[in-house]
């Protein structure tokens, strides 16, 4: 069921090319995370992950989390309320968005420190190239986790 209160029907249609765009960005850049932990994890001579289909396979699993994770939908009205906290640590919609932030963080420094290893041209070790790209895998789980859960939330909203 769509809302006419939805804020999608009510952008022009430049913003909503601009959001597309957008969209379409972020999962290009969880794409080149995904691809950039691969290759450092290649030059470990990790034979699981050195085929080019396990390369492939990181680069979409990168870019669904990007896609999904970074541009949350917001939470419904009653969650967006800016008073102060009287006490806890926050709302659900408040999680789903940390854990979407740590996500993109973690997946973030694994693709950093995958790239300055490869610029800086050392030598992979087993150990660390699986440290990196688990961190990168939770990572990027954590941000899908959290697109699927702020997505499910804002469907059921709609349908109250």
Do not use: N
């Not at 995904?34 to 290759?39: D, E, H, I, N, T």
């Not at 699986?130 to 954590?142: E, F, K, Q, R, V």
């Amino acid at each position: 069921m769509i809302k006419h209160s939805d804020p999608w029907h009510t952008r022009s249609a430049f913003s909503r090319w601009a959001h597309v765009l957008e969209r379409i960005g972020l999962a290009l850049t969880g794409a080149s995370c995904g691809l950039f932990v691969a290759a450092h994890v290649g030059r470990a001579d990790i034979d699981l992950i050195g085929s080019a289909a396990a390369v492939f396979a990181m680069m979409l699993y990168g870019a669904a989390g990007f896609y999904l994770g970074i541009d949350l939908p917001q939470a419904p009205a009653d969650h967006r309320m800016h008073l102060p906290l009287q006490h806890g640590l926050g709302s659900r919609a408040d999680i789903v968005e940390l854990l979407s932030a740590a996500g993109t963080f973690l997946a973030a420094v694994a693709a950093v420190v995958s790239v300055s290893s490869i610029v800086l041209d050392e030598t992979a070790r087993a150990g660390t190239a699986l440290l990196i790209s688990l961190s990168w895998a939770i990572g990027a789980t954590m941000q899908i986790a959290a697109g699927i859960i702020a997505r499910v939330k804002a469907e059921a909203s709609d349908k109250l």
